[in-house]
């Protein structure tokens, strides 16, 4: 079992930066590749940034891509995602994800269900 526990989330004006984390524990998280994604209201779950057990393959929605950088500190049991030039439009909750399936490879899976552990979620507020 890996428990998630994200952070970071909060209110930015659109432009402005946030750095989501989400701490792993439990079963070893190094070999597991992991994404986040986000959900806005009245929408579905979406795939925001993907990232393999070595940080060596990363994968972004193309709604990001440029603005979002996930990484990894394995020593940390920890997975960011560095937001920046943030948009009403990101406003969500994000969520962190963990892939066992893909333990050790450089695969990035960027649909919901090729992740089975989750965490609760961490809101994100951008307003004009």
């Known amino acids: 079992q890996v428990t998630l526990v994200e952070s970071g989330g909060g209110s930015v004006q659109a432009g402005g930066s946030l750095r989501l984390s989400c701490a792993a524990s439990g079963r070893p998280f190094n070999n597991y590749a992991m994404g986040w994604f986000r959900q806005a209201p009245g929408k579905e779950r979406e795939f925001v940034a993907g990232?393999?057990?070595?940080?060596?393959?990363?994968t972004y929605a193309d709604s990001v891509k440029g603005r979002f950088t996930i990484s990894r500190d394995n020593s940390k049991n920890t997975v960011y995602l560095q937001m920046s030039s943030l948009k009403p439009e990101d406003t969500a909750t994000y969520y962190c994800?963990?892939?066992?399936?893909?333990?050790?490879?450089?695969?990035?899976?960027?649909?919901?269900?090729?992740?089975?552990?989750w965490g609760q979620g961490t809101q994100v507020t951008v307003s004009q």
């Open positions: 990232i393999n057990w070595s940080g060596g393959t990363t």
């Open positions: 994800a963990a892939d066992s399936i893909s333990a050790g490879t450089v695969v990035v899976v960027t649909i919901e269900g090729g992740y089975d552990y």
